[in-house]
Nanobody, 118 residues
């Protein structure tokens, strides 16, 4: 069984930084695109950033130049470095990964809360 486990959320003041991690485990043969999504109260879940297995990245316009996504294939882990955080970044952040195990499908982590105070 494949699992994604996130860590690194918390409470930070505006202008501060946090680093999120998401580690995949289980019966994994390949990991393709990995990404981070977020969902604020009363809003739809949105893509924050994604990185392909070829290390191509894309970002939501709202986080460009502030957030950096990266991955370590040996550790089956994706990271999200968040700098210059704003109150509007407050949300539950979810890890997502396209994984080939017994079959190929997308998996979600349980979510980690990021709260930014003004």
């Amino acid at each position: 069984q494949v699992r994604l486990v996130e860590s690194g959320g918390g409470l930070v003041q505006a202008g501060g930084s946090l680093r999120l991690s998401c580690a995949a485990s289980g019966n994994i043969r390949s990991i393709y695109t990995m990404g981070w999504y977020r969902q604020a109260p009363g809003k739809q879940r949105e893509l924050v950033a994604a990185v392909t297995d070829g290390f191509s990245t894309n970002y939501a316009d709202s986080v460009k130049d502030r957030f950096t996504i990266s991955r370590d294939n040996a550790k089956k882990t994706v990271y999200l470095q968040m700098n210059s955080l704003k109150p509007e970044d407050t949300a539950v952040y979810y890890c997502n990964a396209d994984i080939l195990g017994l079959g190929r499908r997308a998996y979600w982590g349980q979510g980690t809360q990021v709260s930014v105070s003004s």
